[in-house]
């Protein structure tokens, strides 16, 4: 799968309030959500650079996200 980076970006600054509302309740920390998208972001949406635990909040919370259309 290949990452939208403007997808992406869009998410990060502009629905950070949906971000936080799928991480609340999990255990999860927003900023760690937050962290990975931007890795991803810094690292032109190289999945094969994440770690497994990176992976998993990925699939678990930014892809959903992403699959939305812009709102």
């Known amino acids: 799968m290949d990452v939208n980076l403007k997808s992406l970006k869009n998410l990060l600054s502009k629905r950070s309030n949906e971000i936080e509302e799928i991480v609340a309740g999990t255990g999860y920390l927003v900023k760690t959500v937050i962290g990975v998208g931007t890795f991803l972001l810094d690292n032109e949406g190289n999945l094969d650079l994440l770690t497994a635990k990176q992976k998993v909040v990925f699939e ?6 992403l699959d939305q259309p812009f709102r």
Do not use: A, G
Request: charged share 35%; glycine share 0%.
């Open 60 to 65: 678990k919370f930014l892809k959903p996200l």
